[in-house]
């Protein structure tokens, strides 16, 4: 026994040893400045690197030509704090890329080319703390529960994108948040932006460029104004305007009473029929015992 176990000694620590140096392992064409940080920043990738150490906390992808980011991702890297992709050609992330990201702090997606933020996007990644969207030209929607459960949120950047409406609930769902970036969109002043104006104003001092710095187009003439040069009664005639919610209900109501009405009738012309038939009865039984 015991010179079995003498052979398998070595064994195992060349065994150990090798997945322990394995776990330091810096991918080609990146730097690995510590054991927790590979730096893969301006290296013409056109994929995400393999062979990345399980244990990275600091992932830096920026400035490179990746198109999409496997689903799987990020499964592997749960002690991942530090991630940074801006400068790339990300058209949209795949649903469940950032769900395992449950100690992300910094996320960075500016300037790339994402079109849409949907529900669940975020996932479990309540400990983010900074989030960069901005730059974005192509993004245009943004769902209302695409940062449900970022409840750590302080930073938010949305700044130069291509959104012209925002729902309102999408800000409310963020009870940390302490600076925001709106500017360089190409809102619309309508009542569909009424809502967001008036967030806006009650949390200027979230804005570190003011309202000044954001701009929407009027909708008579086009004409670019802003915030600042707005009020609350710029959109007083929003006021008695009916959402597309609104116009359902009242369709529906209408459907319903319209509906209600036509079995009320048919139910009392079944019952006025009924009693003419029965006092119809009654008389010719009258006649037949007079006659």
Known sequence: MIPCVNW??????FISST????GHICPSSCLCPDHHTVDCTSQGLTTVPDFIPLDVRRLLLSNNWIPWIPSDFLVFYSDLVYLDIRNNSLSQLEPGTLSTSSKLVFLDLGSNNLTEISSG???ESSNLIKLRLGNNPYLNMVDRDAFTGLTSLRELEMERNGLTALDVTVLESLPSLRMLRLEGNPWLCNC????LFAWLTENQHKLPQGMGAIECSLPLDGRRV???LLSEDSFQECRGALTLTDYFIVIFSGISVSVAAIVASFFLASTVHCFQRLSKGSKGDEEEGND
């Open 8 to 13: 398998l000694q070595p064994f195992l620590v």
């Open 19 to 22: 997945l322990l140096a394995g």
């Open 121 to 123: 996007t975020f996932g």
């Open 192 to 195: 569909h932006f009424a809502k």
């Open 226 to 228: 802003p915030l600042s």
